[in-house]
C-alpha cells in the first residue's frame, strides 16, 4: 500500500499533520507493508527566492489581523506541536519560497532517505533560528545531517533546473486529484484526507485502504509467455 | 500511475516482457507520469547460493524433455530477443539461486537506479559468458556500470540480511495478488499483465489504467487543518 503526502516546509500544520499520520501508521498492523512518499506543494511560490521576514507581521499584514492575533496563533500552534513532541519556536520563524526545497526532497526521494531530510527540514523551519529559506548553509547541514552527499546537495541547490520537472509534476497531480490546500494524503490513489486530522482519522483511512485493496483485473486474461516455479510456458530455466 | 513488475533475472521472457512492455510506455501520451518498480520473484529459490551450471542440460533434465528440444527453446527465445532488438546467447547462459540480485535490485530501488541496474543484470545474465549466480565479480562490475557505488554493493552482497526482508514482502505481496509466475505486472493495483505479452496489451492495460483513474474518496470530508495559498485554516503563514 502506498500513502502519498503532499507537503510544504511553510506550512506548520503538515508539520502537525506528520506526526499524526505516524501514530497511527506506527500502530498500523500491516504498517510493514506501507509506502510513504511526500510530494511537492508550494503554498506561496510568488515570493521571491531568498526573500523572507517573521512570519507573525507577515501573516498579520497578508491577511489582515493584529500582530497579537498572529503571534496568538503561533502561539497555540506551538502548543499542538508540543502535545505532540514536536519542537517549535514560537517566535522567529520566517517564511519565504520552498522550490527549491521541494527540489531536494526530490533528490532525497532518490536516494532513499526522503522521509529524514523532511524531517530535518520541518525542523530547520519550525525549530530553529537559522532561515531554510534564507541560509543555504542551514539547508545543506540539515540536508548532510540527514543522509544526503554534501556535494550532490549543492550541485542540486546551485542548478535551478534539478528535479524541477519532478516538482512541477508534484503539484500537477496535486491539482488532478482536487488537493487546494496542505497537508494532503492519498492512500494507493484512491482515499484521500484533507489536512492535519487526528490520528484516529489516518487510522480509519488506513484500515478502509487497507481492506478495500481489490483482486486485479486482467487485462488479458489468457495470459502471455511466462515464468513459474514449474518452469516456462515453454519449458525454459 | 504505477506500474509495478514483478521478474526473475533468471526468466528469459521477463527480459522480453520489459522490452515489450517499454515499447508500449515509450509511445503512451502519460509516459511522464507513469512510475516503474520492479519487483522480486524467484523462480527456483531451491537452487543453493552459488550452485550452477549450463541451462540446456539442466532444463532438460528438470523437464524431461530431450536436450535438442531445451536447445532449440533457447534458440526460439534468441529469436525473439533478436527481434527486439535484445542480444542474447543462446549457447552457454546458466542457471542459479537469484537472492542476492534481488537484494541487490532492493538497493538499486533506494538509490535511484532500480531500472539501469535490472537491465544490467539482464544483460549480464542472458548475453555474457560470465555467470550472475557464481561469479560475483562480474555482479560487481554489472551494478557498478549500472550506477551503483561499489563499496555500497560489496557490502550488501556480503551481508545476507540486507534487504533480505523487502525480497520477503515483494514475494508475499506477489502471492496476494495472485501471481503465480512471471512477468506480472500491475498498474496501479488495479490491473494486471500477465506474461510477456505483445505490446498492444501493454498498451491497452496503460490505457485502461490511466482512464479508470476515479476521483479520491475523502475518509473525513470535513478536512482538518491545511494550509492553502489563501493561508492557514487559523491564518498562518
Not at 76 to 88: F, H, R, S
Not at 137 to 142: D, Y
Not at 178 to 205: H, I, W
Amino acid at each position: 500500500m502506498r500513502v502519498e503526502i503532499w507537503t510544504d516546509i511553510n506550512c506548520p500544520f503538515c508539520y502537525l499533520g506528520k506526526a499524526r499520520f505516524e501514530q497511527a501508521l506506527d500502530a498500523f498492523p500491516h504498517k510493514d507493508e506501507v509506502e510513504v512518499v511526500h510530494r511537492s506543494f508550494e503554498l506561496d511560490p510568488t515570493v521571491p527566492k531568498g526573500d523572507t521576514g517573521l512570519v507573525v507581521p507577515h501573516i498579520a499584514q497578508k491577511y489582515g489581523i493584529s500582530e497579537a492575533q498572529a503571534a496568538a496563533n503561533e502561539q497555540g500552534l506551538g502548543e499542538q506541536a508540543a502535545g505532540l513532541g514536536l519542537p517549535y519556536l514560537t517566535a522567529g520563524r520566517d517564511y519565504g519560497n520552498s522550490f527549491d526545497l521541494h527540489r531536494l526532497l526530490h533528490l532525497a526521494r532518490a536516494k532513499g532517505v526522503q522521509d529524514a531530510v523532511i524531517d530535518a527540514l520541518y525542523r530547520g523551519n519550525f525549530a530553529e533560528e537559522d532561515s531554510v529559506f534564507a541560509d543555504e548553509e542551514h539547508v545543506v547541514r540539515l540536508a548532510v545531517a540527514a543522509g544526503l552527499d554534501e556535494a550532490e546537495v549543492r550541485a542540486v541547490l546551485a542548478d535551478p533546473a534539478a528535479y524541477a520537472d519532478e516538482v512541477r509534476a508534484d503539484e500537477r497531480e496535486a491539482a488532478e486529484l482536487g488537493a487546494s490546500g496542505v497537508p494532503f494524503f492519498v492512500l494507493d490513489r484512491k482515499y484521500g484526507v484533507s489536512g492535519a486530522q487526528p490520528a484516529e482519522v489516518f487510522t480509519q483511512a488506513l484500515t478502509q485502504a487497507w481492506q478495500s485493496r481489490s483482486p486485479l483485473t486482467l487485462v488479458d486474461s489468457a495470459g502471455g509467455d511466462a515464468c513459474g516455479p514449474d518452469g516456462c510456458a515453454v519449458p525454459q530455466a
